[in-house]
């Protein structure tokens, strides 16, 4: 039985609130809702969101607790009184902001079960789906920067939610103009087990260990470097690999509400002292988490950085050969088509969508696809919940390692060598002016280039930005980032000399030297 959520853990007001003060515009976005500590991102616009959210599951039709398919999930019995699982990272005041959105739902008559510790963002959605939750909300500011803050909210199914829920939040705050926000009483919501404090790490450790080999990884007992940059991994990632009997050397796991002065993302320059304990004490691996455990990154043997790209391919190799896995995979318009290649190499195919995780997640929810993943860290499995999970992937690039051997280089190598070899890189490029990235994109849609780094272009995708597919299935992506006057640019060729000659090109094309 959970032990009820401690009154010291709950921003200490002991009496029911109402809020009428008019807050700053809150936009709930893609990837829920971020803004500035203290500025933005306060306490009364968390009340805010979370009064929404309340509202939302308790009349959706589609989504909440009236759902047909929420219904089922529950075995046909009526649905009980809405309940929601609520996590939170290690940032300035997280745990406390975590408790007041507790307090609103309670007041609006949704029950809560509240983490007893800080939770990585996949681990809501494992709980959520576990104890049959309507949903999920997490505090949390993912890889951003120490002074952001965020809120995320995870459907029932544990997955990111799509366009049509996060549209509905968006209009809901916006309608909700000046109307008062209510929060329960600590005593009542305490007394009545409105607001229950759990430790959720045991059902996420027996979640996770069950799509492992695990025999197979106690057996090669290798070693291996940890670094989760201060973040909500730092009680999951050691401890998982611990269980299987891995030797640890961990770095950054005392809570850090700054993250040591860099935003908790990890990269080849942020990972500079794992690279460092890898190479010194000849480890077998270094793995890291970001902020709040969705997203990963993977250092080989003599500390040099692997991208996600070379991961999924490898990944996705060991499991259909090594563990007998079938099913399709789905991928990001910037992300390798190395995947392709080695899916193709066993007969399966290759979804591909528009950026963002929860595009991946529609169709990892369907069961068809054994493998969704992204550029940038991201990465899950059939099975799963249907969202990325970087400890997760740290694990399952450890269970590559045992079967492969390290380094791990070698096996992508090998691959190369079967499959065509994938040389994948990315730059950005700030214009002067916000108009110069609108006349950018109306070039770019009326005059396409037909040649790009001595290749004819064979394709356009307009799905996402622009992607520009060559004949020998080179590719160039350039997307925007409005507001901002700012594009990534994206590519990918057979050779590090033709990768380095469509990122200049990218650029050129840009700045209308093409």
Known sequence: ????????????????????????????????????????????CVRRVAHVLSQYVKENPEFGVASPEYRALLGGSKAPAPVVVIGYDTRFLAEELAHEAALVLASDGVKTLVSAGDLPTPAVGCVVRRHKAVGGLTVTGSRAPAEFGGMKWTPFWGGAAPPSITEDIDRRLELLGSHPIKTMAIDRSLRESWIVSTDFREEYFEQVLSLLDVKAIKKARLKVGVDVMHGAARLYLRPLLERLGVSVTALREKRDVLFGGQAPEPSPSSLAGLSDLVKRNRLHLGLACDGDGDRFGVLDAGGEWLSADDILGMVFEHLATRRGMRGKVVRSVVTSHFVDAVAKSHGLETRETQVGFRHIGEHLRTGQYLLGGEESGGLSIAGHVPDKDGILACLLVLEVACAEGVPLARFRDRLFKRVGAFHHGKDRLRLERSRQALEVEERLRVRPPLELAGGSVWRIDLSDGFKFILRDGSWLCVRSQPPEPVFRIYAEAPTPKKLDALLAAGKKLLQGRF
């Open 1 to 44: 039985m959970p032990a009820p959520v401690s009154g010291r853990l709950l921003f200490p007001l002991l009496w029911g609130r109402a809020f009428y003060i008019m807050p700053p515009m809150i936009r709930y976005g893609a990837s829920g809702w971020r803004g500035v500590l203290s500025d933005d991102f306060t306490f009364h």
